[in-house]
């Protein structure tokens, strides 16, 4: 949690996020992901000041833990002087100790994004899917949290000015933003407009914009001119090995045929086709269908 320290920017965990995205597919299915097609709402996880502290806490943790449908996990829910926003301990359940920040005392509207973050490590302490690395798993986890709807809280706790910061989780703004615009653009749901922060839809829109361009790399056919053209000089140079800077890689098949491979706009699982001009490409693990021009 940074608190009145800086923020960092930009996407410095975003392989990890991409692989990240993969994992939550392969974990739980194309058919299970879509079941999360609707985010956790506001009026669910609202809290004023007026809300009695351990109450409030306990119906917005059994909110979230109805959004992950985890009908006998128990979250109890304390607090108290700590470095970090929120801490959960993972026993074998079916009860959970969750501890939040002293912070939240006075800070409670975002209560509901440190919870999402714990909650989302119960679910997945549930699936068995972990990260190796306490980095990595805890950007699996914000990763996690954005995707299957409940993670825009944690994106819309961050705040920042000329005096003072908040930001809750490992991601940062911006990628949060992109992890959102990839959830967005597959269930064509739009959470900025339950943004009460200037800053996270900003960091929204740029996250847009990346995610926007995933979908527009060759060999997809919505590349630019730019991309196909780099994408032509590249083909030629196959022989020679792999290109920097692009995600596409040659490779010839066991009969010597050029394929190229690249990842999936929508779950960023590879995908290799042949080299042959215009070709509908089906993701074997999102069931995306791709327009191709190899």
């Known amino acids: 949690?940074?608190?009145?320290g800086p923020v960092e920017h930009g996407y410095p965990h975003l392989e990890t996020v991409r692989a990240a995205v993969t994992a939550l597919y392969r974990r739980l299915s194309h058919v299970t992901v879509r079941t999360f097609a609707t985010s956790v709402v506001p009026a669910d996880v609202a809290f004023c000041d007026t809300d009695d502290l351990h109450l409030g806490a306990q119906r917005v943790a059994r909110e979230l833990?109805?959004?992950?449908?985890?009908?006998?996990?128990?979250?109890?829910?304390?607090?108290?002087?700590?470095?970090?926003?929120?801490?959960v301990e993972l026993a074998a359940?079916?009860?959970?100790?969750?501890?939040?920040?002293?912070?939240?005392?006075?800070?409670?509207?975002?209560?509901?994004?440190?919870?999402?973050?714990?909650?989302?490590?119960?679910?997945?302490?549930?699936?068995?899917?972990?990260?190796?690395?306490?980095?990595d798993n805890e950007i699996l986890t914000?990763?996690?949290?954005?995707?299957?709807?409940?993670?825009?809280?944690?994106?819309?706790?961050?705040?920042?000015?000329g005096v003072s910061s908040q930001k809750l989780g490992y991601l940062t703004p911006e990628e949060f933003g992109y992890v959102l615009a990839k959830r967005a653009l597959?269930?064509?749901?739009?959470?900025?407009?339950?943004f009460t922060s200037a800053q996270a839809y900003t960091a929204y829109g740029r996250g847009m914009e990346l995610a926007r361009?995933?979908?527009?790399?060759?060999?997809?056919?919505?590349?630019?001119w730019a991309g196909r053209r780099r994408y032509a000089r590249d083909r030629r140079l196959a022989p020679e090995g792999p290109q920097p800077g692009v995600r596409y890689v040659f490779s010839p098949d066991v009969g010597g045929r050029l394929r190229v491979s690249f990842p999936c706009p929508t779950c960023e699982q590879r995908i290799r086709v042949p080299v042959q001009g215009r070709v509908r490409a089906r993701?074997?693990?999102?069931?995306?269908?791709?327009?191709?021009?190899?």
């Open 1 to 4: 949690m940074a608190n009145d």
């Open 65 to 87: 833990v109805r959004h992950y449908r985890l009908p006998d996990a128990r979250l109890i829910v304390g607090f108290r002087e700590m470095r970090h926003a929120a801490n």
């Open 93 to 135: 359940g079916p009860e959970y100790f969750v501890e939040l920040n002293d912070r939240f005392r006075t800070h409670r509207r975002d209560i509901g994004a440190a919870l999402a973050h714990e909650v989302t490590h119960v679910y997945l302490h549930r699936l068995d899917l972990s990260f190796p690395g306490v980095r």
């Open 142 to 161: 914000d990763t996690a949290a954005a995707y299957l709807g409940a993670g825009w809280l944690l994106l819309d706790a961050y705040r920042e000015d």
């Open 186 to 194: 597959v269930f064509g749901e739009d959470p900025s407009v339950w």
């Open 213 to 224: 361009r995933d979908g527009r790399q060759p060999p997809l056919t919505a590349a630019g």
């Open 283 to 294: 993701c074997a693990l999102c069931r995306s269908v791709l327009e191709c021009d190899t």
